[in-house]
């Protein structure tokens, strides 16, 4: 009878990780909580708005999700919006002049309204009026028509809420970084 208990003894032990590795599966289910997504057309904005953005979201305490500060070499990018836009509180998409050329951008907007969150848009050196949906093609990739709908009620919807406008030729940067992060930490307030 001694040796059924050895047996199951010796089972789990096989079973078990290794300490370096215990965590590492619940890591990767539970997402990292974040305050902020911030959704922005990389070569337009990661280097001025988007950056200087996340850094002041920072220095206030809050937890911004921005794709090259918050991501590492290997993650998949749609995989990683999809399980951090649920988890956040409020939405910042900064519309510049090529961000609807972006797949990964409409993607983010049209899961930010789908998933009903607080968002705040931000007009960087663009006009609502001049935000449009492309064609069927982007970057030789076509497009769903089914895609482009969800995209383009998305784009329609945002552009109907209230948002901050900035002309980085006439606006001054710390006068708009300090009414954006108001913004922002008024809405997640309400959020909670």
């Known amino acids: 009878m001694e040796a059924m208990p050895r047996l199951l003894h010796a089972l789990a032990k096989s079973f078990a990780r290794p300490a370096c590795c215990r965590n590492v599966h619940v890591q990767a289910i539970i997402p990292s909580p974040h305050d902020v997504f911030i959704s922005h057309r990389g070569p337009d904005t990661r280097r001025n708005i988007a950056g200087l953005l996340y850094d002041n979201l920072l220095r206030l305490g809050l937890r911004p999700f921005l794709d090259y500060r918050n991501m590492k070499v290997g993650d998949k990018l749609y995989e990683k919006i999809d399980t951090v836009i649920p988890y956040c509180k409020v939405g910042v998409v900064v519309f510049s002049p090529r ?6 951008c409409l993607h983010e907007l049209a899961l930010l309204m789908e998933c009903q969150k607080r968002v705040i848009p931000i007009f960087y050196n663009v006009e609502p009026s001049q935000l449009r949906v492309g064609i069927n093609k982007y970057n030789g990739t076509c497009v769903p028509a089914e895609k482009l709908e969800r995209f383009e009620r998305a784009l329609e919807e945002t552009k109907d809420i209230l948002g901050l406008r900035f002309d980085s030729s006439r606006g001054y940067w710390s006068e ?7 913004a922002i930490t008024e809405q997640i307030a309400q959020s909670s």
């Open 99 to 104: 961000y609807c050329e972006s797949l990964y």
């Open 176 to 182: 708009f970084l300090q009414n954006a992060c108001d």
